[in-house]
């Protein structure tokens, strides 16, 4: 059974940077795409950045484009979120999630993703 686990989230200074981790485990990474989403309490959940089965073709969402890069390390099952210049409306729990499919880049958010992570908090505070 496929499984995600996140890791990196922290308390970090309005303009850090964090790097957020998804290591898979249950297969091979090489065989799903990935998909980063972020949620704030009351508030829908947004996806936010997507990595193609090849690594070579990645989606950011308005919102973090410029600021978070997204990459995979197939050998060592683990896809990172790198993010920049932080803002304190990147305040979330963050989530990653597995799907096998390719999926069409204008409306890859609504998946299907089979697995999902269980969450890292990203806190943005002064």
């Known amino acids: 059974q496929l499984q995600l686990v996140e890791s990196g989230g922290n308390l970090v200074q309005p303009g850090g940077s964090l790097r957020l981790s998804c290591a898979v485990s249950g297969d091979t990474l090489e065989n799903y795409a990935i998909g980063w989403f972020r949620q704030v309490p009351g508030k829908e959940r947004e996806g936010i950045s997507f990595i193609g089965l090849s690594g070579d073709s990645a989606i950011y969402a308005d919102s973090v484009k410029g600021r978070f890069t997204v990459s995979r390390d197939n050998a060592k099952n683990t896809v990172y979120l790198q993010m920049n210049s932080l803002k304190f409306e990147d305040t979330a729990v963050y989530y990653c999630?597995?799907?096998?499919?390719?999926?069409?880049?204008?409306?890859?958010?609504?998946?299907?993703?089979?697995?999902w992570g269980q969450g890292t908090q990203v806190t943005v505070s002064s």
């Open positions: 999630a597995a799907t096998p499919f390719s999926l069409n880049p204008s409306t890859w958010q609504s998946g299907p993703f089979g697995a």
